[in-house]
T-cell receptor, first 112, second 112 residues
Framework: GESVGLHLPTLSVQEGDNSIINCAYSNSASDYFIWYKQESGKGPQFIIDIRSNMDKRQGQRVTVLLNKTVKHLSLQIAATQPGDSAVYFCAENMDSNYQLIWGAGTKLIIKP | DAGVTQSPTHLIKTRGQQVTLRCSPKSGHDTVSWYQQALGQGPQFIFQYYEEEERQRGNFPDRFSGHQFPNYSSELNVNALLLGDSALYLC???????????FGSGTQLSVL
């Protein structure tokens, strides 16, 4: 769950295509996971969450998939739009713990 | 319905000085968490306040302290500022669980 340095992984996607952002989480005891979107100069914005008793959850244009076997989380964004350009973070939490542990972040770039 | 509000938005201090950052949680939320976000990294948990007490603390030195008021607003104080304290300081609020944290836009602190 430790974040890496200044060089964020980057994903470039054509406008209108689907985007898939991946995250490996660190703690097998984590039971709650969240995706956040952070635009430049702003705080993180909640996108979607999922508890460990589920493996898929859908929102508006977004889907989160959870694979507990390999400790992997993904965020799928359908029909990517220019407004989706941002850094996306996954975060994990355990019920017994009040802090979120954040992943490294992925910068999503939309190509016109 | 106002979301999480933080003040000031930007602050410049010199080494050794002290700083106080302020946060008002989202309406209906009684729990406030503070995070530090260095450039290009995910947020790092500083501490969480609930019922005017520090409920959990991350791996930050005692120079970082906080307070929560009866109206649920909160302050983050940092003493003896170091250059490495330069970062975006984020406040997040939630209900009693840690689900769906809502973040403010942050205070950008620069220590010269």
């Amino acid at each position: 769950g430790e974040s890496v340095g200044l060089h964020l992984p980057t994903l470039s996607v054509q406008e209108g295509d689907n985007s898939i952002i991946n995250c490996a989480y660190s703690n097998s005891a984590s039971d709650y996971f969240i995706w956040y979107k952070q635009e430049s100069g702003k705080g993180p914005q909640f996108i979607i969450d999922i508890r460990s008793n589920m493996d898929k959850r859908q929102g508006q244009r977004v889907t989160v998939l959870l694979n507990k076997t390999v400790k992997h989380l993904s965020l799928q964004i359908a029909a990517t739009q220019p407004g989706d350009s941002a850094v996306y973070f996954c975060a994990e939490n355990m019920d017994s713990n009040y802090q979120l542990i954040w992943g490294a972040g992925t910068k999503l770039i939309i190509k016109p | 319905d106002a979301g999480v509000t933080q003040s000031p938005t930007h602050l410049i201090k010199t080494r050794g000085q002290q700083v106080t950052l302020r946060c008002s949680p989202k309406s209906g939320h009684d729990t406030v968490s503070w995070y530090q976000q260095a450039l290009g990294q995910g947020p790092q948990f500083i501490f969480q306040y609930y019922e005017e007490e520090e409920r959990q603390r991350g791996n930050f030195p005692d120079r970082f302290s906080g307070h929560q008021f009866p109206n649920y607003s909160s302050e983050l104080n940092v003493n003896a500022l170091l250059l490495g304290d330069s970062a975006l300081y984020l406040c997040a609020s939630s209900g009693q669980t840690n689900e769906k944290l809502f973040f403010g836009s942050g205070t950008q602190l620069s220590v010269l």
